[in-house]
């Protein structure tokens, strides 16, 4: 797409357009999409728009009349508005105005005048299994405590819809029914095992713990493992006899400063974290879901555990007293050398210039010595920044020296040595060297994000049952009754086993399925096993069956059929809790053929206002806004920004979702997600931003916004982290985002070849963004895109690439004031949540109806789909933007409600 161009016949032909616009001869009406528009497409766009040239990856010649135009109704909607706004055609020839205002009537009817009756479509989904995460929440809700099921099962694709539930990706390999059996039994094996009688006592003392960047102190009694860094690690074996909660009790103290962070991992998976406090030894207790058999368990300070700190953003400067030190050591012993005969006058002057770059250099070496011999530390750019400086002003005045002596540089270096009794530069580099990548990891990976830790032994304790575990399903039930009568039991096992089937299956099991799941029982009852292995058998099959795997929404060959009360009910726990039914649920279902519009609404309002809908809020949102993989493939450059850790982008992460639970449970008004005078954070997300009053928050909470910067989406850390590069802003990144992920625009692929912006521009050293950018837009393949993306991402520029609030780069005052299409300037992100509520509001809308549709059903959406999803929107925008409207108004919607059996009928 080529930028538009002015000219005084495009100037009349605009006015020509405006006119036509109200008023559409009949003539044009009655032409059809073949005969009005084809052939001009043809003329005008082919150049650009068919065959092997494909500006923007859009071939015109596939469409040949009104029904292939309908299939890809979003397309031609943005061709539609780019001729209206002479776009397109981009350069001459170009039509004239009749054959203007003809295309865009043919155009318009075919997208606009569509009988949507008539190719009334439900939308059909493949038979799919369930999701890695519903396969998780659905077995904890059926054991009513969460093993961490699926832990083995492979990490699902993400679907054309944009999310990980698509059932169009969710196929069922061979190599599937394996893991499902082992997962099955795992997760059984540990929840029987609470009840059992049995426990493990395992302690790890510190003499016997295996170090990495760390050692054991045997000063002291008893020896501990000293951590003093994020890259120090103490590793233990602990052998464990069945999958299941642990108490783990970590006897430790801490020293430097106040509240250190310590993280417990097991096989390389982070299972929990304490606070060490400064001071005397204490014991540390926390409950892990630890694995069974032989688990590598691994302590080790972290700079997200440190989550009552405040001083991500201090500066350590070197301390006074090491530098007083240094200078009283280089005033009494640095060497000088003396000038020999031969030299001139200029020679002398140079030499005096070199003797105190010397004691420069020799001060500044004795000040590393000292640091590192006291452990101290200090910011690493300070550090390297003055030793490289003072190593090239001495450097440079040995060599300076030698070319007026016109001799070899080795000569004068010799010098240094064979008469000082100093090291050789040589050795002054590689000390120096040494030490500043010393100096690098210390601030880095170890301060000022945490102190020093003293680990006496490592506890574990169990299996336990968690006090805050979810309750109900099988766990409730537990455990088998004792009776010595063998009927007691048998009649007590039957009883477990229907209502386990019951919610797995989503329904009723009949009467032919569930004496096959008996038959498990009674087998192992017949071979001698006791009541509690073989309903273990039973339950085992149960989680590997068709019924539970796999979704059974709807069977047959029909083209429209209504989901049954149970299909439904299975398919409202998937999208709002991505899980089974509950009891509530299946009872709404039972004993009527479908639910009506009032039963879903009553269920949809009920499961919103659970802690179960968790299960769609955080998937939801990570997919969505595309901020899944903060923390995994997406991290900043941690050089450049030492205070960010993989626990930290977790909390970056929950903040997001917190913040859209918060908006689902207590029904506020979507629109919030653009703006709000509120934040959702704990008390690391507090500190991270600066928020008075943080000390004592307890888990997410609602805060007052410390100003207008802050409030819904935008500037939201997480969010702003995953929109840039490693190390600077991107405001392309976060321009595309905002179009795509907020408004729900399409954007063309960038063109091929298209060069890189400099690292360093916007940032350190570098140029303005604004300028590098318009220098890019001169490209005019590159301009009409950027001239609609950049000012959207510009608005966002005070956010650094971490999401901290910042008034300049290193070297720039940040510029973050844009113009909007509608030709208004904008001052930032305040101005462009402005925009967006007063300009965009209804677009955003639509786009969170397209989305949440999309992942409710499950598939991506159709053409067909454009009735519901004007509806709903309407319904939404009508309740005063309330997500319980929008929840509602799916769940009872024509798509979510019917399912079309046969793909092949996907044709208007």
Same mark, same amino acid.
């Given at each position: 797409?080529?930028?538009?161009?002015?000219?005084?016949?495009?100037?009349?032909?605009?006015?020509?357009?405006?006119?036509?616009?109200?008023?559409?001869?009949?003539?044009?009406?009655?032409?059809?999409?073949?005969?009005?528009?084809?052939?001009?497409?043809?003329?005008?766009?082919?150049?650009?728009?068919?065959?092997?040239?494909?500006?923007?990856?859009?071939?015109?010649?596939?469409?040949?009349?009104?029904?292939?135009?309908?299939?890809?109704?979003?397309?031609?909607?943005?061709?539609?508005?780019?001729?209206?706004?002479?776009?397109?055609?981009?350069?001459?020839?170009?039509?004239?105005?009749?054959?203007?205002?003809?295309?865009?009537?043919?155009?318009?009817?075919?997208?606009?005048?569509?009988?949507?009756?008539?190719?009334?479509?439900?939308?059909?989904?493949?038979?799919?299994?369930?999701?890695?995460?519903?396969?998780?929440?659905?077995?904890?809700?059926?054991?009513?405590?969460?093993?961490?099921?699926?832990?083995?099962?492979?990490?699902?694709?993400?679907?054309?819809?944009?999310?990980?539930?698509?059932?169009?990706?969710?196929?069922?390999?061979?190599?599937?029914?394996?893991?499902?059996?082992?997962?099955?039994?795992?997760?059984?094996?540990?929840?029987?095992?609470?009840?059992?009688?049995?426990?493990?006592?395992?302690?790890?003392?510190?003499?016997?713990?295996?170090?990495?960047?760390?050692?054991?102190?045997?000063?002291?009694?008893?020896?501990?493992?000293?951590?003093?860094?994020?890259?120090?690690?103490?590793?233990?074996?602990?052998?464990?006899?069945?999958?299941?909660?642990?108490?783990?009790?970590?006897?430790?103290?801490?020293?430097?400063?106040?509240?250190?962070?310590?993280?417990?991992?097991?096989?390389?998976?982070?299972?929990?974290?304490?606070?060490?406090?400064?001071?005397?030894?204490?014991?540390?207790?926390?409950?892990?879901?630890?694995?069974?058999?032989?688990?590598?368990?691994?302590?080790?300070?972290?700079?997200?555990?440190?989550?009552?700190?405040?001083?991500?953003?201090?500066?350590?400067?070197?301390?006074?007293?090491?530098?007083?030190?240094?200078?009283?050591?280089?005033?009494?012993?640095?060497?000088?050398?003396?000038?020999?005969?031969?030299?001139?006058?200029?020679?002398?002057?140079?030499?005096?210039?070199?003797?105190?770059?010397?004691?420069?250099?020799?001060?500044?070496?004795?000040?590393?010595?000292?640091?590192?011999?006291?452990?101290?530390?200090?910011?690493?750019?300070?550090?390297?920044?003055?030793?490289?400086?003072?190593?090239?002003?001495?450097?440079?005045?040995?060599?300076?020296?030698?070319?007026?002596?016109?001799?070899?540089?080795?000569?004068?270096?010799?010098?240094?040595?064979?008469?000082?009794?100093?090291?050789?530069?040589?050795?002054?580099?590689?000390?120096?060297?040494?030490?500043?990548?010393?100096?690098?990891?210390?601030?880095?990976?170890?301060?000022?994000?945490?102190?020093?830790?003293?680990?006496?032994?490592?506890?574990?304790?169990?299996?336990?049952?968690?006090?805050?575990?979810?309750?109900?399903?099988?766990?409730?039930?537990?455990?088998?009754?004792?009776?010595?009568?063998?009927?007691?039991?048998?009649?007590?096992?039957?009883?477990?086993?229907?209502?386990?089937?019951?919610?797995?299956?989503?329904?009723?099991?009949?009467?032919?399925?569930?004496?096959?799941?008996?038959?498990?029982?009674?087998?192992?009852?017949?071979?001698?096993?006791?009541?509690?292995?073989?309903?273990?058998?039973?339950?085992?099959?149960?989680?590997?069956?068709?019924?539970?795997?796999?979704?059974?929404?709807?069977?047959?060959?029909?083209?429209?059929?209504?989901?049954?009360?149970?299909?439904?009910?299975?398919?409202?726990?998937?999208?709002?809790?991505?899980?089974?039914?509950?009891?509530?649920?299946?009872?709404?279902?039972?004993?009527?053929?479908?639910?009506?519009?009032?039963?879903?609404?009553?269920?949809?309002?009920?499961?919103?206002?659970?802690?179960?809908?968790?299960?769609?809020?955080?998937?939801?949102?990570?997919?969505?806004?595309?901020?899944?993989?903060?923390?995994?493939?997406?991290?900043?450059?941690?050089?450049?920004?030492?205070?960010?850790?993989?626990?930290?982008?977790?909390?970056?992460?929950?903040?997001?979702?917190?913040?859209?639970?918060?908006?689902?449970?207590?029904?506020?008004?979507?629109?919030?997600?653009?703006?709000?005078?509120?934040?959702?954070?704990?008390?690391?997300?507090?500190?991270?931003?600066?928020?008075?009053?943080?000390?004592?928050?307890?888990?997410?909470?609602?805060?007052?916004?410390?100003?207008?910067?802050?409030?819904?989406?935008?500037?939201?850390?997480?969010?702003?982290?995953?929109?840039?590069?490693?190390?600077?802003?991107?405001?392309?990144?976060?321009?595309?985002?905002?179009?795509?992920?907020?408004?729900?625009?399409?954007?063309?692929?960038?063109?091929?070849?298209?060069?890189?912006?400099?690292?360093?521009?916007?940032?350190?050293?570098?140029?303005?963004?604004?300028?590098?950018? %318009?220098?890019?837009?001169?490209?005019?393949?590159?301009?009409?895109?950027?001239?609609?993306?950049?000012?959207?991402?510009?608005?966002?520029?005070?956010?650094?690439?971490?999401?901290?609030?910042?008034?300049?780069?290193?070297?720039?005052?940040?510029?973050?004031?844009?113009?909007?299409?509608?030709?208004?300037?904008?001052?930032?992100?305040?101005?462009?949540?402005?925009?967006?509520?007063?300009?965009?509001?209804?677009?955003?809308?639509?786009?969170?109806?397209?989305?949440?549709?999309?992942? %409710?059903?499950?598939?991506?959406?159709?053409?067909?789909?454009?009735?519901?999803?004007?509806?709903?929107?309407?319904?939404?925008?009508?309740?005063?933007?309330?997500?319980?409207?929008?929840?509602?108004?799916?769940?009872?919607?024509?798509?979510?409600?019917?399912?079309?059996?046969?793909?092949?009928?996907?044709?208007?």
């Amino acid at each position: 797409m080529i930028r538009k161009v002015m000219s005084l016949r495009s100037i009349c032909l605009s006015h020509g357009m405006l006119l036509m616009l109200f008023v559409v001869s009949s003539t044009a009406q009655a032409q059809t999409f073949e005969t009005a528009v084809s052939p001009l497409l043809k003329q005008y766009c082919y150049k650009c728009h068919s065959g092997d040239v494909t500006e923007a990856d859009v071939d015109l010649s596939r469409f040949t009349d009104a029904k292939s135009v309908i299939r890809e109704r979003k397309l031609w909607l943005r061709v539609l508005e780019q001729i209206k706004s002479e776009e397109m055609p981009p350069e001459e020839p170009f039509p004239k105005a009749s054959e203007l205002k003809a295309m865009i009537a043919g155009v318009d009817k075919a997208v606009n005048d569509v009988d949507w009756d008539a190719i009334r479509n439900p939308g059909h989904v493949p038979l799919s299994r369930l999701s890695r995460l519903q396969y998780r929440n659905s077995v904890r809700d059926l054991l009513g405590i969460d093993f961490n099921a699926g832990l083995t099962l492979p990490e699902d694709p993400e679907g054309p819809s944009g999310f990980r539930n698509d059932r169009t990706a969710l196929l069922l390999s061979g190599s599937l029914l394996e893991k499902y059996y082992t997962e099955a039994q795992r997760a059984l094996d540990a929840l029987f095992y609470l009840d059992g009688d049995n426990t493990t006592k395992k302690t790890i003392k510190a003499k016997n713990i295996k170090v990495f960047r760390a050692r054991i102190d045997t000063e002291r009694v008893p020896p501990a493992l000293l951590l003093n860094a994020e890259s120090s690690t103490g590793s233990g074996v602990a052998v464990l006899p069945e999958t299941g909660y642990y108490r783990v009790t970590i006897r430790a103290s801490g020293d430097q400063y106040p509240l250190t962070g310590l993280n417990l991992y097991a096989d390389g998976i982070k299972v929990g974290d304490v606070i060490i406090k400064q001071g005397e030894t204490e014991n540390y207790s926390l409950i892990c879901l630890m694995e069974k058999g032989s688990n590598l368990v691994s302590l080790r300070t972290d700079v997200g555990a440190t989550s009552l700190r405040r001083d991500y953003s201090t500066e350590f400067p070197v301390p006074d007293e090491y530098r007083r030190e240094a200078t009283r050591i280089a005033d009494a012993s640095a060497p000088k050398l003396k000038p020999l005969p031969s030299y001139s006058k200029r020679a002398r002057e140079m030499l005096n210039q070199l003797n105190k770059a010397s004691y420069d250099i020799f001060e500044f070496y004795q000040l590393m010595k000292l640091m590192r011999e006291n452990d101290a530390v200090s910011d690493d750019y300070s550090v390297r920044g003055e030793w490289l400086g003072k190593r090239q002003k001495f450097k440079r005045g040995n060599m300076e020296l030698a070319v007026e002596l016109k001799v070899s540089d080795s000569d004068v270096f010799s010098r240094w040595t064979d008469e000082t009794i100093s090291l050789s530069y040589q050795d002054y580099e590689n000390y120096g060297n040494a030490y500043v990548e010393e100096e690098r990891l210390k601030f880095f990976n170890k301060r000022p994000y945490s102190g020093r830790v003293y680990v006496e032994s490592l506890t574990f304790e169990g299996p336990v049952t968690p006090d805050d575990h979810l309750g109900g399903g099988l766990i409730s039930e537990l455990p088998v009754p004792r009776e010595n009568e063998r009927k007691n039991q048998d009649e007590w096992a039957k009883r477990v086993l229907r209502q386990f089937a019951t919610r797995a299956f989503r329904q009723v099991p009949d009467a032919k399925t569930l004496a096959k799941i008996e038959a498990f029982y009674t087998t192992g009852r017949q071979r001698g096993d006791d009541c509690e292995s073989s309903l273990k058998d039973a339950l085992t099959a149960v989680l590997c069956s068709p019924e539970f795997i796999y979704r059974f929404d709807s069977m047959g060959d029909e083209s429209e059929t209504r989901l049954t009360s149970f299909q439904l009910s299975g398919r409202l726990a998937n999208f709002l809790w991505g899980s089974v039914p509950d009891d509530d649920l299946l009872k709404a279902a039972t004993d009527k053929p479908y639910l009506s519009a009032e039963d879903i609404e009553t269920q949809v309002q009920r499961m919103r206002r659970s802690d179960r809908v968790r299960g769609f809020v955080e998937p939801f949102t990570g997919e969505w806004l595309d901020y899944s993989n903060l923390g995994g493939n997406v991290m900043p450059h941690v050089g450049r920004f030492p205070e960010f850790s993989r626990d930290l982008a977790s909390d970056m992460k929950r903040e997001v979702a917190r913040y859209f639970e918060t908006i689902v449970k207590e029904d506020r008004s979507l629109l919030e997600l653009l703006d709000s005078d509120y934040v959702v954070v704990n008390q690391r997300m507090a500190n991270f931003y600066g928020l008075p009053n943080a000390d004592g928050i307890d888990g997410f909470m609602i805060m007052n916004r410390p100003n207008n910067n802050y409030g819904g989406l935008l500037g939201m850390s997480g969010l702003m982290t995953v929109t840039s590069s490693p190390t600077r802003t991107s405001p392309v990144k976060r321009g595309v985002w905002m179009l795509e992920k907020i408004l729900g625009e399409h954007l063309p692929p960038p063109p091929m070849n298209v060069p890189e912006l400099p690292a360093k521009v916007g940032e350190e050293g570098g140029g303005s963004l604004r300028e590098e950018l %318009a220098r890019h837009r001169a490209d005019k393949s590159c301009a009409s895109c950027h001239d609609k993306i950049d000012d959207f991402g510009f608005a966002l520029e005070n956010f650094s690439p971490i999401g901290k609030w910042r008034e300049s780069t290193a070297s720039l005052p940040v510029e973050s004031t844009v113009t909007m299409p509608n030709g208004r300037t904008y001052n930032g992100v305040t101005g462009i949540k402005e925009y967006l509520l007063e300009q965009r509001k209804d677009d955003f809308i639509r786009n969170l109806t397209e989305r949440m549709l999309a992942y %409710a059903l499950g598939r991506p959406l159709e053409y067909f789909d454009t009735p519901a999803v004007d509806k709903i929107t309407k319904q939404v925008i009508e309740s005063g933007y309330k997500p319980s409207a929008m929840m509602s108004a799916i769940a009872t919607s024509y798509p979510f409600n019917y399912q079309n059996n046969k793909p092949e009928s996907d044709s208007p």
